[in-house]
Structure formats: C-alpha cells, structure tokens
C-alpha cells in the first residue's frame, strides 16, 4: 500500500486539514484524540495516511504555521499528535505573500527536515498533499514556497494540493475578503501551483457556502460546517485507495 505524507499550511490549511482527519477518524473507527481503535474498528488501508506508533494511528502530517497560535489550538483538541509534527514560526507574514515566499527559510528548511523523516519511515511513499488558503501570505507565499522546494528535492512524489480561493470578485467593503492582499496573493500563488503541482481543484470559500445554504439547508453556515464540505470532497477523493475492493494499483497517479 502507498503512502501519502499532508501538508497543511497555514490558519485555513491546519483548519481544513484537522478536519479532513476528523472525518478519517470516522471513517476508519480510530479515536480522534489518542489515536487507538474503536471496538468494532477495522484498520484496512489506514496506514495510507497514519502511522502506525505503538498501536496507536497518528496523523501523517505536518502541520505548519508562521505563527503560534492555530498550532496551539490543535495541539489543546488533538493530544494524539507528536509535537515534532509541529512547525511554527513567531511573527507571521501580514498577509503578505512576499514574506512567506522569501522570508521564511529557516522554517522551509526545518519543515523539510521532518518531511524527510516521514518519507524515510514510509515502505512506498507516493504523494504529498497540500491544504492552504490563498488569501493569505502563509498558505499562498509559504505553502507554494514548499511546493517549489518539495518538486527540487523529491522529483518522484506526486504534489496535490487543496487550495481555498477567496472570492476575490467581490467588494472588500462587505468584509468578505480576509484581506486587501487576497487578490494579489492568489494571483501569485497559481502561478506556482501551475508549474509545480499535479493535482490541483479550485475551490471557493464562496462555493463552499453555497452548498452549505442550498444543499444542507444551512441558514447561516460556520467555518467549520464548510471545512467539513471541504474535508468530506478530499476523503471521498482518496476512498478509492483506503477501502477493501479497490485495485492495488489504484494510485493518486490513476
């Protein structure tokens, strides 16, 4: 069985990627917060994105931040999670996708050691999968940073990543743009998914709660009920390849 190592960069990375593993917790029967498995757990193809520690599924992931605060969030709700599997900076980027594109190689450095670390405990690592917003300066400069760097070291992984685009079409005195640099800082970031990743969906914060409103008959939808949409898109996505009666062979490549 392949495995694939998450990325999850930045405040809406880390949100959407907690909750991706929320719903693959639910889906393999394995305890959210300690990790173990449930009574009537089956643990088929979970190694896809665990790890197995001592009996114990532990997330896959690294989650990274440039600054503290979404980290420490996680690590209050989710104790399963080694803390070498958390990388964060101090100051943030100020929405800034230059800071995070140029400014944050010390961190990039530190996140690709431990990403190495994980690949070399994998029997058959395929992929590395990304979840970071474009609004802001870590999940569009620092999270396309990786990409770069990831694509220059590791030629043969397969990159796919679940980018959240902000509706950039609409007027910022709504206050429905985290920032004024939304616009700028995903204009940049596609350029570097364009030349570096493989597996790349659009989709929009906007998108997201419409299906909320219309299909779920949501009134006013929360950030978690469209992270849930999110995450329930991107495990059905690799259901293929963690569930019994798929092909062996059924890869992201596929």
Not at 63 to 90: H, M, Y
Not at 96 to 118: A, H, S
Request: net charge negative; aromatic share 8%.
């Amino acid at each position: 069985m392949k495995e694939i190592v998450q990325i999850q960069v930045g405040r809406c990375g880390n949100r959407i990627g907690s909750a991706f593993y929320d719903a693959l917790c639910e889906e393999h029967a394995i305890d959210k917060f300690t990790g173990g498995l449930l009574d009537d757990a089956s643990n088929t193809n979970t190694n896809v994105f665990f790890r197995d520690i001592q009996g114990r599924y532990v997330p896959r992931a690294l989650l990274v931040d440039t600054e503290p605060a979404t980290l420490d969030n996680i690590k209050c709700s989710r104790q399963g999670i080694p803390p070498d599997q958390f990388v964060a900076g101090k100051w943030g980027t100020g929405s800034n996708y230059g800071k995070g594109f140029y400014e944050c190689c010390e961190l990039r450095d530190q996140t690709i050691d431990l990403l190495r670390k994980l690949l070399e405990e994998c029997d058959n690592p395929e992929a590395v999968q990304f979840t970071h917003g474009l609004s802001g300066g870590t999940g569009s400069g620092f999270g396309t940073l990786l990409l770069s760097t990831i694509t220059d070291l590791f030629p043969n992984l397969l990159l796919a990543t679940f980018p959240i685009f902000p509706d950039c079409h609409e007027d910022t005195t709504k206050g429905r743009l985290e920032s004024a640099t939304a616009a700028y800082n995903t204009v940049l970031a596609c350029q570097q998914l364009i030349n570096y990743a493989h597996f790349t969906p659009v989709v929009v914060n906007d998108a997201l709660m419409s299906i909320a409103q219309k299909k779920l008959r949501i009134k006013r939808p929360t950030l978690a009920q469209c992270n849930a949409i999110m995450a329930a898109t991107m495990a059905d996505s690799t259901s293929v390849f963690r569930f019994p009666g798929c092909n062996p062979s059924t890869s992201y490549r596929k």
